[in-house]
């Protein structure tokens, strides 16, 4: 989900910024096998997908980016499942993305929550989703809240959580033995 990033690093453009994250995040979804990677936008940010992704790239261009909305428009191409991530990941470890989706055999829903800060990295849900999920963004969810919302709260798996970049302090939280996230390195060293 191309939410909006709101900073980028000081000398980098935010639109080079964003699209960076976007493109390594993109990068582990295409490296997973059983995993259709597809890219949901706002109608503002819709002339970025001809930034983004490869030719046959799956994409949605929706009026909100909340995970009800985002997860109808999988339905409607007829997924079963979909696991939501948040744009502002750039070296999540494909395990995290596994993660979302393995509980799903089971429960509705599995959450992951963002490390070090509110909301969720990731959301994996079954589909249609169930009625009981608000129509928020992932900054506005936590698997405690989900559980709030479900008729028990075993209906939320608990999944692993990841760190976002969301200001300049999140910096710290990139390691560089990790593979990936080469668009983020390139542009955070310069290249």
């Known amino acids: 989900m191309l939410g909006a990033s709101g900073w980028a690093p000081p000398g980098i453009d935010a639109e080079a910024w964003r699209t960076a994250l976007v493109e390594d995040v993109l990068d582990v979804l295409a490296l997973m096998a059983e995993v259709d990677a597809a890219l949901a936008v706002a109608h503002e940010d819709e002339g970025l997908l001809r930034q983004l992704g490869w030719p046959g790239l799956r994409s949605y261009v929706l009026p ?15 997924y079963e ?9 750039p070296d999540v470890p494909g395990m995290v993305i596994a993660k979302l989706l393995r509980p799903l055999t089971s429960r509705p829903v599995a959450a992951a929550p963002a490390t ?8 994996g849900a079954r589909l249609p989703p ?10 506005e969810l936590s698997p405690q809240a989900l559980r709030t919302f479900a008729p028990t709260v075993t209906d939320v798996a608990p999944a692993s959580g990841w760190h976002r970049l969301r200001g300049p302090a999140d910096l710290a939280r990139l390691d560089p033995r990790l593979e990936g996230w080469d668009a983020t390195r390139a542009l955070l060293s310069g290249r």
């Open 64 to 78: 909100t980016l909340d995970v009800v909305t985002v997860l109808d428009a999988a339905a409607k191409d007829g």
């Open 130 to 139: 169930p009625g009981w999920l608000p129509p928020v963004p992932l900054e």
């Open 81 to 89: 499942q979909a696991a939501l991530l948040a744009s502002d990941a």
């Open 116 to 123: 070090g800060a509110d909301g969720l990295i990731g959301l």
